[in-house]
C-alpha cells in the first residue's frame, strides 16, 4: 500500500506549505517506506509515499500523462493494466506502473472510466488545464480514503485520518465505489452492481462458475515484482485461498522471481486454535510456514500504536487488528511486502456465527447486503491499516468485483446450507483468552465512576464497556476532533452482527458483543463454558486437501 495526500485549490502557494504538506505526508511514510515524491503546482499539492510492488525501478509517483499536463498519485493495484494499456494504443506509457493507465484513460474518457479499473486503488488526479481534479475510491473500499475541507476553501484528500485531521474545518471517510469531482464540488456513485439494491437473487448455484471465479480473482493477485506470502488462519477462507495460489503460483512472473514454494503465516498465542490448524494446512499444501506468537501482554502492550494506525476505537475491529499488527512487523522482518488475505468471505457467504438464526433467505440476505456495504470500516479497514502500518500491502480476493456480482448473485437460500467447521473470528481464533485479557486490562483503567458518567462524556457512540470506554480514550488522545469521532461507525452488535440482525435473536438483545462466541445457542464454546487457550475448535469431519 501507498500513501496520498493532497491539497487543491489551496489559496497559499508558499515555500512554507510545501514544507507543511511534506511534513504532514511523513505521517504516512510507513504505508510508503520505498520512495517519497511531490507535486506542486498553482495552489495545488499532490504528495506520495510509495510501497513499491509493481514496477519498482520505475514506477515512483505522482505519475503522468506524455506532456504532464495530467498529474495523480494513486494508493493500490490495477490488476488489469495491461489489457487496459493495449486498448491505449496511441499513448505513451514511461513507466511499468500498473497505477499510469489512469492518466491515460482520464485523457480519453474523461471522468467516465473509473468502472473500467479491476483492482483496489484509491486515486487523486489533478488537470492542469484547468485546474479542476478528481478523486475516487474502489467499488468496496479497500483502500482507506478520507476528504476534508479547510477554512481556505480547499479540498484535502487523505489515505489516513492523521494526513488531514489537523488542518480541515469538517472531514470524513470518502465514501466507496464514489468519485468527487471538483467540477461538481460533489460526489456519484460509479459503482453500482445489482445487488445493491437488495432484491433477492434466484440463481442457481453453479459451484463450477463459482470456483473459476474464485480462482480468477485469486490469480490476478499474484500479480508483484516482490516478494509475498498468504495470510493463513486455517479457517475455511484463508485456506481457499492459499490452496489456489499454490497450486497457481508456478509459471508466474513471481515465482521465476522469488521460487515456486507459497509462503504462509499465521499468529496466535501459544496453543491458540489458529496456530494449530495453519500448520495443518500449511503442510497438506506444502507451503513454506511462518509461524508466529504473542502473549497477551504483547498485545496490550501495542495497543495505542495500533489505535494510532487503524484510526478506529471499534471494539471487534481494536481486538483482531492487534495480532494482525503483530504479525505484520514480522512479515515485514523476512523482507516479504505484499500478502493475500481471506477478509469478505463472511460477509458475502453469511459466514459469521449469528447468520445461523436468519428467520428467512430474504433478510439472510439482505444482511450481506448490509454487511458488504460497510466492510470497509471494518474488516477492509482492519487489514489494509494494520498491515500498512509496517509497509505491507494485504490483497483480498474475496471482494473482487466480480467474484462479488457471482456471489451475490445466487440464491441465498443455497448459501444457508452449508457444511462448515465452526467459524471462528480471527480475534477469537489467535487465542481465546486475548479477548479475555483486553477486558481485565481495561478493567484497570476505567472506573465504575467513569462509565456511570460515559454518556455525558461521549455522548455520540456512547461505551457500553469499560473495554470500548479504554479504546475511546486512547483514539481521542491521537484524534480529537468531533470528525474523527463520527467517521467510526456505532450501534449494537452480536457476533459482528449489524444492529438490525439483533432482531433474530431475543436473547442477543441482553449479551451485546462482537465476539463470535456471544452468538449463545450456536457457538460451541459460548461464554458460559471456561475458556482456556489450548480449547481447540471443531473440525470439519473431511480429510484431505483443498
Keep these: 500500500m501507498c500513501g496520498i495526500l493532497a491539497v487543491l485549490g489551496c489559496s497559499d502557494d508558499s515555500q512554507t506549505k510545501r514544507a507543511r504538506v511534506l511534513e504532514l505526508s511523513r505521517r504516512l511514510k510507513h504505508r510508503g517506506p520505498d520512495w517519497s515524491g511531490l507535486y506542486q503546482r498553482d495552489g495545488c499539492f499532490i504528495a506520495h509515499q510509495r510501497l513499491a510492488i509493481v514496477d519498482p525501478a520505475s514506477g ?18 490495477i490488476y488489469n493494466h495491461e489489457d487496459l494499456r493495449s486498448h491505449l494504443p496511441r499513448h505513451k506509457f514511461k513507466t511499468g506502473s500498473d497505477c ?9 474518457y474523461g471522468e467516465n472510466f473509473v468502472n473500467m479499473l479491476d483492482g483496489m486503488f484509491s486515486f487523486v488526479l489533478l488537470d492542469t488545464h484547468d485546474n479542476s481534479f478528481i478523486s475516487a475510491r474502489d467499488a468496496i473500499g479497500i483502500t482507506p480514503l478520507y476528504i476534508g475541507w479547510a477554512l481556505d476553501g480547499s479540498v484535502w484528500v487523505s489515505s489516513e485520518l492523521k494526513g488531514l485531521n489537523d488542518e480541515c474545518e469538517h472531514f470524513e471517510v470518502f465514501p466507496p465505489g464514489h468519485l468527487f469531482s471538483s467540477k461538481t464540488g460533489g460526489f456519484k456513485r460509479w459503482y453500482n452492481p445489482p445487488w445493491f439494491n437488495e432484491t433477492i437473487p434466484s440463481a442457481p448455484y453453479d459451484p463450477i462458475a463459482l470456483r473459476h471465479a474464485l480462482e480468477s480473482a485469486v490469480i490476478k493477485r499474484l500479480m508483484t ?29 513471481a515465482a521465476k522471481l522469488w521460487g515456486a514454494q507459497l509462503h504462509s503465516f499465521s499468529v496466535g498465542l501459544e496453543g491458540s486454535p489458529d496456530l494449530k490448524a495453519a500448520a495443518e ?117 474475496f471482494l473482487d468485483k466480480e467474484f462479488i456480482n457471482v456471489v451475490m448473485s445466487i440464491d441465498p437460500e443455497m448459501k444457508m446450507h452449508i457444511l462448515y467447521r465452526q467459524k471462528e473470528q480471527f480475534s477469537d481464533g489467535v487465542g481465546y483468552s486475548w479477548i479475555d485479557g483486553l477486558k481485565d486490562h481495561a478493567e484497570l483503567h476505567v472506573t465504575d465512576k467513569m462509565m456511570l458518567n460515559a454518556s455525558h462524556i461521549y455522548p455520540h457512540n456512547t461505551p457500553q464497556t469499560k473495554e470500548a470506554y479504554y479504546y475511546r480514550m486512547t483514539f481521542e488522545q491521537f484524534f480529537p476532533q468531533n470528525s474523527a469521532i463520527l467517521t467510526v461507525p456505532g450501534g449494537a452488535s452480536v457476533a459482528c452482527s449489524t444492529a438490525k440482525a439483533i432482531e433474530w435473536d431475543a436473547a442477543w438483545s441482553n449479551h451485546l458483543d462482537p465476539s463470535g462466541r456471544a452468538a449463545l445457542g450456536v457457538h460451541d464454546s459460548a461464554y458460559e463454558v471456561n475458556h482456556r487457550p489450548e480449547l481447540q475448535r471443531s473440525r470439519d469431519s473431511g480429510s484431505g486437501c483443498f
Excluded at 515512483?60 to 493495484?77: F, H, R
Excluded at 481486538?319 to 463472511?346: Q, Y
Design 60 to 77: 515512483d509517483q505522482p505519475l503522468y500523462n506524455e506532456d504532464k499536463t495530467i498529474v495523480v498519485a494513486v494508493n493500490g493495484e
Design 100 to 108: 499510469e493507465v489512469i492518466a491515460h484513460l482520464y485523457e480519453e
Design 225 to 253: 515484482d516482490v516478494p509475498f506470502g498468504v495470510l493463513l488462519s486455517g479457517g475455511l477462507d484463508s485456506s481457499l485461498v492459499a490452496s489456489i495460489a499454490a497450486r497457481h503460483l508456478s509459471g508466474t512472473k
Design 281 to 397: 494446512v500449511a503442510d497438506c499444501l506444502g507451503t513454506v510456514h511462518h509461524e508466529f506468537h504473542f502473549s497477551v501482554q504483547d498485545g496490550i502492550d501495542a495497543i495505542e500504536d495500533v489505535i494510532y494506525h487503524i484510526e478506529t476505537y471499534d471494539v471487534t475491529t481494536v481486538r483482531a487488528s492487534t495480532p494482525m499488527f503483530l504479525m505484520a512487523r514480522k512479515i515485514k522482518s523476512l523482507g516479504v511486502k505484499m500478502v493475500i488475505s481471506g477478509e469478505g468471505a463472511d460477509e458475502i457467504f453469511g459466514g459469521y456465527l449469528y447468520f445461523h438464526k436468519a428467520p428467512n433467505k430474504e433478510e439472510f440476505h439482505r444482511e450481506t447486503c448490509r454487511k458488504i456495504k460497510a466492510i470497509h470500516l471494518y474488516d477492509c479497514l482492519r487489514a489494509n491499516k494494520s498491515t500498512s502500518a509496517w509497509g505491507v500491502e494485504a490483497r483480498v480476493p
